[in-house]
């Protein structure tokens, strides 16, 4: 497994834009598939972005809630995954887990990933 740890989340206001990142400890991380999931107080998880490893090409996937709104992106040699997003609004506060699981994939269930962190919230002020 990997150990992962988000960071920068924080209050931004509709239209704005706030890039979150995931540090992963452990030395499978460059041959592990990432994702992004959220989730809203009294809501279930959801899926946000997936990245998958290099060798695999790197692919990503997104829900059609963020594509062309997010970006999904990984840096191998600080094994860390981030996920910028631009015109945040209302609906994207939540608070937003990174999954890994060393597997060929982009999938966008929960089940898939075996790996979590802690989550960092982000808020949109509209």
């Known amino acids: 497994q990997v150990q992962l740890v988000e960071s920068g989340g924080g209050l931004v206001q509709a239209g704005d834009s706030l890039t979150v990142s995931c540090a992963a400890s452990?030395?499978?991380?460059?041959?592990?598939?990432m994702a992004w999931f959220r989730q809203a107080p009294g809501k279930d998880r959801e899926f946000v972005a997936a990245?998958?490893?290099?060798?695999?090409?790197?692919?990503?996937n997104y829900a059609d809630s963020v594509k062309g709104r997010f970006t999904i992106s990984r840096d191998n040699d600080k094994n860390t995954v981030y996920l910028q997003m631009n015109s945040l609004n209302a609906e994207d506060t939540a608070v937003y887990y990174c999954?890994?699981?060393?597997?060929?994939?982009?999938?966008?269930?929960?089940?898939?990933?075996?790996?979590w962190g802690q989550g960092t919230q982000v808020t949109v002020s509209s």
């Open positions: 999954a890994a699981v060393a597997d060929f994939t982009t999938s966008m269930k929960t089940q898939a990933y075996d790996s």
């Open positions: 452990g030395r499978t991380f460059s041959t592990a598939a």
């Open positions: 990245i998958a490893f290099s060798l695999n090409g790197g692919r990503t």
